[in-house]
Structures are given as structure tokens and as C-alpha cells.
Antibody
């Protein structure tokens, strides 16, 4: 069964960092890009970035440059997203999603809620 | 940051047809943007409907279709059903590994 399972909800203080995980199963991990997408409460979807699990590179949306880092561990088929200098505007559900190989995510994780509160 | 525009909302009667669009302002959306479309019900993860302009994702009913209309990408729902009542988002590939979501359209079926 092709699936992505994300880590549990996080509560962080302003200024802190958060590292989320996304574990893949049911497919060849190295063959697919993985996207990260977020959704603030009551707002639309926002593309954060993507990683090539082969390790060839990452691309990030301009508004997250310098604050986000995506990494992967091929031994556990897991991708990670770390976001630093959190503010209340980073409160959102964060989704990982496997690309379909035709420039579109088509397998989605269940989402991880990140709460930023002092 | 590039803005991708969608209609804020649409209302459609059961059995009716509605076309949502996805635009880049004065620039044109083309197949080179590989437009894709997503449905999202409240509290749920997005579901991929259409990729590469007009290819339906596995298991998606054929009442959903994608196209380029003029200078925009379009998603048409033909024969709307009650469970099509959702938010819909487009996603465009801008090149160099960068993607942008549209602002989203809320579709009400009543």
C-alpha cells in the first residue's frame, strides 16, 4: 500500500524550530520527489518546497528561503522538513506529498498540525 | 511572489456544470505549467483530481475534466453531485523546481 505517514502534532514557542517527518512505504523511495505543503487555519494551500530523495537537491518557495531545510534518510525512507524562527504565522497543518513524476503531488500524508504559542 | 488567481466561490445545482479557472494575471497559463487540480473537503488532506492539464488521477470520476481555456487552466465539473461540495485548488509549475498554488475556489452544490 502506497502511503506517507507523518509525525504527530507539535507545539512550539515563537522563535523556536520544528522538524517534521514523513515516512514513505509501498513504493521505491528514491524514485520520487516529495513536496511539502502547508495550510494555515481557514486559509488556502501553500507550497513550501520539494526534495529529491536521491539527494540531487531541494527547491524552496522564495518566502521560506533561509528558514526551511528539507532532508532525507534513505535507510528509513523518511523525509524531513525543518522550519526555524517560528512565528504565529507558521501555525498550520503541514502536508508531505509524493510527486506523480508529472509535476503534481498525488499521494498525500495525513498532515501534521504545528501550533506556535508562547 | 507569483500570484495564481482563482474565483473565490461558485454555486452549482445538482446535475449542473461548473468551470473553475486558474490564471496568472496578464501572463498565460499553458501546458508547460503542467496545471494540476486538487479537491479538499473540510478537515481532510487534499485529493489529486487532475495532473498535466487534463489527465485524471486514479479513481477520479470522469465528470471532472481539465483543459486550457484561453489563457487560463480550467477544471470543469459536469453533472455535479452533492459530494463535490468542496474547496478546489490549482497548482502550477513555474520552472526551476518551483510551484505555486492558486488561491482556491469554494464550490457549493445546492
Amino acid at each position: 500500500q502506497v502511503q506517507l505517514v507523518q509525525s504527530g502534532a507539535e507545539v512550539k514557542k515563537p522563535g523556536a524550530s520544528v522538524k517534521l517527518s514523513c515516512k514513505a512505504s509501498g513504493f521505491t523511495f528514491n524514485n520520487y520527489f516529495v513536496h511539502w505543503v502547508r495550510q494555515a487555519p481557514g486559509q488556502g494551500l501553500e507550497w513550501v518546497g520539494q526534495i529529491n530523495p536521491r539527494g540531487d537537491g531541494t527547491t524552496y518557495a522564495q518566502q521560506f528561503q533561509g528558514r526551511v531545510t528539507m532532508t532525507r534518510d534513505t535507510s528509513t525512507s523518511t523525509v524531513y522538513m525543518e522550519l526555524s524562527s517560528l512565528t504565529s504565522e507558521d501555525m498550520a497543518v503541514y502536508y508531505c506529498a509524493r510527486d506523480s513524476s508529472v509535476y503534481a503531488p498525488n499521494i498525500w500524508g495525513q498532515g501534521t498540525l504545528v501550533t506556535v504559542s508562547s | 511572489q507569483t500570484m495564481v488567481n482563482q474565483e473565490p466561490s461558485f454555486s452549482v445545482s445538482p446535475g449542473g456544470t461548473v468551470t473553475l479557472t486558474c490564471g496568472l494575471g496578464s501572463a498565460s497559463v499553458s501546458t508547460r505549467h503542467y496545471p494540476s487540480w486538487y479537491q479538499q473537503a473540510p478537515g481532510q488532506a487534499p485529493r489529486t483530481l487532475i495532473y498535466s492539464t487534463n489527465s485524471r488521477s486514479s479513481g477520479v470520476p470522469d465528470r471532472f475534466s481539465g483543459s486550457i481555456l484561453g489563457n487560463k487552466a480550467a477544471l470543469t465539473i459536469t453533472g455535479a453531485q452533492a459530494d463535490d461540495d468542496s474547496d478546489y485548488y490549482c497548482l502550477l509549475y513555474m520552472g526551476r523546481g518551483i510551484y505555486v498554488f492558486g488561491s482556491g475556489t469554494k464550490v457549493t452544490v445546492l
